[in-house]
Nanobody, 127 residues
Framework: QAQLLESGGGLVQTGGSLRLSCAASGRTLSNYAVGWFRQAPEKEREFVGAISWNADSTYFSDFVKGRFTISRDDARDMVYLQMNSLKSEDTAVYYC????????????????????WGQGTQVTVSS
């Protein structure tokens, strides 16, 4: 059973940056689309963005477009979420998720589309 592990969360001031990492154990992330989700206190988990298995496409929710990017390093078998210009409303637990992505398939954007999940990493943005 593949497991994912997020790291890189922490406390940052408004306007600052953080880079989250997602690593897999038990299975390589190759051929998997990887998505990032977040859940703020008393809110439902929401889609942040995703990257295709070959990194030729990414997609982001409107509330992070222009501020967040996703990249992958297949040599290290890692996926990264770079978060810039952070706002207090970005405070949440961030999760990475993965699912095999057939060639030509669209990037999945819903929780139900993903097979594997990490435990999450806390990101707190203070003003």
């Amino acid at each position: 059973q593949a497991q994912l592990l997020e790291s890189g969360g922490g406390l940052v001031q408004t306007g600052g940056s953080l880079r989250l990492s997602c690593a897999a154990s038990g299975r390589t992330l190759s051929n998997y689309a990887v998505g990032w989700f977040r859940q703020a206190p008393e809110k439902e988990r929401e889609f942040v963005g995703a990257i295709s298995w070959n990194a030729d496409s990414t997609y982001f929710s409107d509330f992070v477009k222009g501020r967040f990017t996703i990249s992958r390093d297949d040599a290290r078998d890692m996926v990264y979420l770079q978060m810039n210009s952070l706002k207090s409303e970005d405070t949440a637990v961030y999760y990475c998720a993965a699912v095999p992505q057939p060639t030509g398939a669209p990037l999945p954007q819903h929780e139900r589309d993903y097979d594997y999940w990490g435990q999450g990493t806390q990101v707190t943005v203070s003003s």
